[in-house]
Protein backbone atom coordinates (compact mmCIF):
# COMPACT_ATOMS: atom_id res chain seq x y z
CA UNK A 1 0.00 0.00 0.00
CA UNK A 2 1.62 3.06 -1.41
CA UNK A 3 1.45 5.71 1.11
CA UNK A 4 1.59 9.64 0.38
CA UNK A 5 4.40 10.26 -2.29
CA UNK A 6 5.43 14.16 -3.70
CA UNK A 7 7.69 15.37 -6.28
CA UNK A 8 10.26 16.54 -6.85
CA UNK A 9 12.08 16.40 -3.70
CA UNK A 10 14.62 19.28 -3.98
CA UNK A 11 14.27 22.25 -6.13
CA UNK A 12 16.42 25.54 -6.77
CA UNK A 13 14.50 28.83 -8.49
CA UNK A 14 15.58 31.96 -8.99
CA UNK A 15 13.72 35.11 -7.46
CA UNK A 16 10.77 35.52 -10.17
CA UNK A 17 10.24 32.34 -11.60
CA UNK A 18 7.29 29.62 -11.19
CA UNK A 19 7.41 26.22 -9.99
CA UNK A 20 4.84 23.21 -9.53
CA UNK A 21 4.64 20.90 -7.29
CA UNK A 22 3.10 17.27 -6.87
CA UNK A 23 1.61 14.87 -4.60
CA UNK A 24 -0.51 11.52 -5.11
CA UNK A 25 -2.70 11.15 -2.11
CA UNK A 26 -2.64 7.56 -0.17
CA UNK A 27 -4.39 5.23 -1.75
CA UNK A 28 -8.00 4.93 -0.96
CA UNK A 29 -8.01 8.63 0.21
CA UNK A 30 -10.07 11.43 -1.77
CA UNK A 31 -8.58 14.74 -0.27
CA UNK A 32 -5.31 16.35 -0.26
CA UNK A 33 -4.24 19.34 1.66
CA UNK A 34 -0.70 21.65 1.16
CA UNK A 35 1.48 22.87 3.90
CA UNK A 36 4.71 25.53 3.79
CA UNK A 37 7.43 24.57 6.57
CA UNK A 38 9.98 27.00 7.22
CA UNK A 39 12.93 26.28 9.24
CA UNK A 40 12.61 25.77 12.82
CA UNK A 41 9.02 26.08 12.47
CA UNK A 42 5.49 24.21 12.62
CA UNK A 43 3.91 23.57 9.02
CA UNK A 44 1.06 25.95 8.11
CA UNK A 45 -1.99 25.37 6.26
CA UNK A 46 -1.43 26.67 2.31
CA UNK A 47 -5.14 24.93 1.05
CA UNK A 48 -7.24 21.81 0.73
CA UNK A 49 -8.42 19.74 -2.15
CA UNK A 50 -11.75 17.65 -2.52
CA UNK A 51 -13.45 16.90 -5.13
CA UNK A 52 -11.08 19.04 -7.23
CA UNK A 53 -12.21 22.29 -5.80
CA UNK A 54 -10.16 24.29 -3.39
CA UNK A 55 -12.28 23.85 -0.05
CA UNK A 56 -10.64 25.65 2.50
CA UNK A 57 -7.31 28.11 2.68
CA UNK A 58 -4.74 29.51 4.93
CA UNK A 59 -3.33 32.96 4.69
CA UNK A 60 -1.19 32.92 1.79
CA UNK A 61 -1.27 34.78 -1.12
CA UNK A 62 -3.03 34.37 -4.44
CA UNK A 63 0.62 33.79 -5.93
CA UNK A 64 -0.34 30.24 -4.21
CA UNK A 65 -2.48 28.32 -6.43
CA UNK A 66 -3.37 24.31 -6.68
CA UNK A 67 -5.17 21.72 -8.18
CA UNK A 68 -6.84 18.31 -7.86
CA UNK A 69 -7.32 15.85 -10.49
CA UNK A 70 -10.20 13.16 -11.25
CA UNK A 71 -7.51 10.40 -9.94
CA UNK A 72 -7.02 12.42 -6.60
CA UNK A 73 -3.29 13.50 -7.36
CA UNK A 74 -3.22 17.67 -6.99
CA UNK A 75 -0.71 20.12 -7.84
CA UNK A 76 0.32 23.24 -5.88
CA UNK A 77 1.64 26.38 -7.93
CA UNK A 78 4.07 29.05 -6.97
CA UNK A 79 4.39 32.14 -8.96
CA UNK A 80 6.48 35.47 -8.84
CA UNK A 81 9.20 33.54 -6.19
CA UNK A 82 9.95 35.45 -3.18
CA UNK A 83 13.25 34.44 -0.88
CA UNK A 84 10.86 33.93 1.61
CA UNK A 85 8.97 30.85 0.08
CA UNK A 86 12.22 28.69 0.67
CA UNK A 87 10.62 26.05 2.80
CA UNK A 88 9.64 22.80 2.96
CA UNK A 89 6.08 21.95 0.96
CA UNK A 90 4.41 18.94 2.24
CA UNK A 91 1.61 17.06 1.07
CA UNK A 92 -1.68 15.38 3.58
CA UNK A 93 -3.77 13.16 2.14
CA UNK A 94 -6.87 12.12 4.47
CA UNK A 95 -10.70 10.65 3.61
CA UNK A 96 -13.14 13.50 3.39
CA UNK A 97 -13.73 15.63 6.39
CA UNK A 98 -12.15 17.70 9.04
CA UNK A 99 -12.03 14.28 11.71
CA UNK A 100 -10.16 11.89 9.91
CA UNK A 101 -6.16 11.24 10.20
CA UNK A 102 -3.98 12.98 7.89
CA UNK A 103 -0.99 11.23 6.77
CA UNK A 104 1.76 13.32 5.12
CA UNK A 105 4.41 12.99 2.08
CA UNK A 106 8.25 13.21 2.57
CA UNK A 107 7.87 16.90 1.54
CA UNK A 108 9.80 18.91 -1.47
CA UNK A 109 12.48 21.09 -0.30
CA UNK A 110 12.42 24.73 -2.24
CA UNK A 111 15.10 27.15 -2.23
CA UNK A 112 14.98 30.55 -4.16
CA UNK A 113 17.92 31.88 -4.67
CA UNK B 1 -7.81 30.90 14.91
CA UNK B 2 -7.41 28.10 17.57
CA UNK B 3 -3.77 28.00 19.26
CA UNK B 4 -1.47 25.18 20.27
CA UNK B 5 1.30 25.34 22.55
CA UNK B 6 4.13 22.61 23.31
CA UNK B 7 5.87 22.39 26.12
CA UNK B 8 9.07 21.93 26.60
CA UNK B 9 10.47 23.74 23.72
CA UNK B 10 13.52 21.36 23.74
CA UNK B 11 14.69 18.42 26.28
CA UNK B 12 17.52 16.33 26.63
CA UNK B 13 17.58 12.32 28.16
CA UNK B 14 19.77 10.07 28.37
CA UNK B 15 19.38 6.81 26.79
CA UNK B 16 16.64 4.79 29.05
CA UNK B 17 15.04 7.76 30.35
CA UNK B 18 11.41 8.75 30.54
CA UNK B 19 9.78 11.62 29.05
CA UNK B 20 6.54 13.40 28.61
CA UNK B 21 5.61 16.21 26.24
CA UNK B 22 2.81 18.36 26.50
CA UNK B 23 0.15 20.20 24.02
CA UNK B 24 -2.38 22.73 24.67
CA UNK B 25 -5.34 23.86 22.77
CA UNK B 26 -7.06 27.17 23.03
CA UNK B 27 -10.33 25.38 21.30
CA UNK B 28 -12.60 22.88 21.43
CA UNK B 29 -11.40 19.93 18.62
CA UNK B 30 -12.45 16.83 16.52
CA UNK B 31 -8.93 16.17 15.53
CA UNK B 32 -5.52 16.20 17.23
CA UNK B 33 -2.54 14.22 15.72
CA UNK B 34 0.89 13.80 17.44
CA UNK B 35 3.71 13.23 14.49
CA UNK B 36 7.64 12.63 14.83
CA UNK B 37 9.42 14.45 12.26
CA UNK B 38 13.14 12.82 11.27
CA UNK B 39 16.24 14.98 10.22
CA UNK B 40 14.72 14.43 6.25
CA UNK B 41 11.66 16.50 7.23
CA UNK B 42 9.38 13.53 7.22
CA UNK B 43 6.34 13.97 9.29
CA UNK B 44 5.49 10.13 10.84
CA UNK B 45 2.00 9.70 12.52
CA UNK B 46 2.76 8.69 16.12
CA UNK B 47 -1.05 8.82 16.83
CA UNK B 48 -4.54 10.57 16.20
CA UNK B 49 -6.29 10.90 19.52
CA UNK B 50 -8.64 13.36 19.62
CA UNK B 51 -9.95 12.09 23.04
CA UNK B 52 -9.08 9.15 25.32
CA UNK B 53 -5.66 7.23 26.07
CA UNK B 54 -3.84 5.06 23.31
CA UNK B 55 -0.44 3.14 23.29
CA UNK B 56 1.84 2.08 20.82
CA UNK B 57 5.02 0.12 21.85
CA UNK B 58 7.03 2.80 24.24
CA UNK B 59 5.19 5.55 23.21
CA UNK B 60 1.59 6.31 24.25
CA UNK B 61 -1.08 8.97 24.34
CA UNK B 62 -3.38 10.81 26.36
CA UNK B 63 -5.85 13.85 25.43
CA UNK B 64 -8.37 14.98 28.02
CA UNK B 65 -10.81 17.43 25.73
CA UNK B 66 -12.48 18.47 28.43
CA UNK B 67 -9.30 20.34 29.94
CA UNK B 68 -7.88 20.95 26.36
CA UNK B 69 -4.67 19.55 26.89
CA UNK B 70 -2.82 16.43 25.20
CA UNK B 71 0.00 14.36 26.86
CA UNK B 72 2.70 11.97 24.74
CA UNK B 73 4.68 9.89 26.75
CA UNK B 74 8.22 8.61 25.85
CA UNK B 75 9.21 5.51 27.79
CA UNK B 76 12.61 4.04 27.68
CA UNK B 77 13.93 6.55 25.33
CA UNK B 78 16.45 5.28 22.59
CA UNK B 79 18.59 7.70 20.23
CA UNK B 80 16.16 7.16 17.84
CA UNK B 81 13.52 8.84 19.35
CA UNK B 82 15.90 11.85 18.98
CA UNK B 83 13.51 14.68 16.49
CA UNK B 84 11.24 16.87 16.37
CA UNK B 85 7.79 15.99 18.20
CA UNK B 86 4.57 17.89 16.83
CA UNK B 87 1.04 18.29 18.06
CA UNK B 88 -1.50 19.38 15.48
CA UNK B 89 -5.51 20.00 16.10
CA UNK B 90 -8.33 20.41 13.94
CA UNK B 91 -10.92 22.70 15.80
CA UNK B 92 -14.39 21.78 15.64
CA UNK B 93 -17.42 23.33 14.14
CA UNK B 94 -17.71 24.81 10.55
CA UNK B 95 -15.93 24.18 7.34
CA UNK B 96 -12.82 23.50 8.71
CA UNK B 97 -10.46 20.86 7.76
CA UNK B 98 -6.94 22.12 8.84
CA UNK B 99 -4.53 21.21 10.79
CA UNK B 100 -2.98 23.83 12.90
CA UNK B 101 0.27 22.73 14.49
CA UNK B 102 2.36 23.89 17.55
CA UNK B 103 6.12 24.86 17.44
CA UNK B 104 7.13 21.37 18.38
CA UNK B 105 9.57 19.44 21.14
CA UNK B 106 13.21 19.53 19.66
CA UNK B 107 14.11 15.86 21.80
CA UNK B 108 17.88 14.63 21.72
CA UNK B 109 18.15 11.10 23.49
CA UNK B 110 22.34 10.77 24.10
CA UNK B 111 23.61 7.24 24.17
Known amino acids: DAGVTQSPTHLIKTRGQQVTLRCSPK?????VSWYQQALGQGPQFIFQ???????QRGNFPDRFSGHQFPNYSSELNVNALLLGDSALYLC????????????FGPGTRLTVT | GIQVEQSPPDLILQEGANSTLRCNFS?????LQWFHQNPWGQLINLFY???GTKQNGRLSATTVATERYSLLYISSSQTTDSGVYFC?????????????FGKGTLLTVNP
Open chain 2, 88 to 100: AVARSGGSNYKLT
Open chain 1, 92 to 103: ASSLNGGTYEQY
Open chain 1, 49 to 55: YYEEEER
Open chain 1, 27 to 31: SGHDT
Open chain 2, 49 to 51: IPS
Open chain 2, 27 to 31: DSVNN
